[in-house]
Nanobody, 114 residues
């Protein structure tokens, strides 16, 4: 079974950038859609961005113009490029593919602070 593992989080200043990676243990060519979600304590998990196998993308209004989702089939990886980061972007970020079942990893922490 294909599994997804997040990485790339860290501490950045407001206005900075980070690139998150979602690495698959197998080929992602058969995964119809992969999404990046984020969650903070006391709030529900939020869908940030998603990408399909044909390259169709979706972005939450809060990140439009700042975040870019992409996929590299050769590396079996989905990326989330985050620019112009805000304090409000602080959260644990997860990648998720519905067709793999309701399995969530440990995520990667993104902290935006001065």
């Amino acid at each position: 079974q294909v599994q997804l593992v997040e990485s790339g989080g860290g501490l950045v200043q407001p206005g900075g950038s980070l690139r998150l990676s979602c690495a698959a243990s197998g080929s992602i060519s058969s995964i119809y859609v992969v999404g990046w979600h984020r969650q903070v304590p006391g709030k529900q998990r939020e869908l940030v961005a998603s990408i399909t196998i044909i390259g169709r993308t979706f972005y939450a209004d809060s990140v439009k113009g700042r975040f870019t989702i992409s996929r590299d089939g050769a590396k079996n990886t989905v990326y989330l490029q985050m620019n112009s980061l805000k304090v409000e972007d602080t959260a644990v970020y997860y990648c998720y593919a519905p067709q793999l079942g309701d399995y969530w990893g440990q995520g990667t922490q993104v902290t935006v602070s001065s």
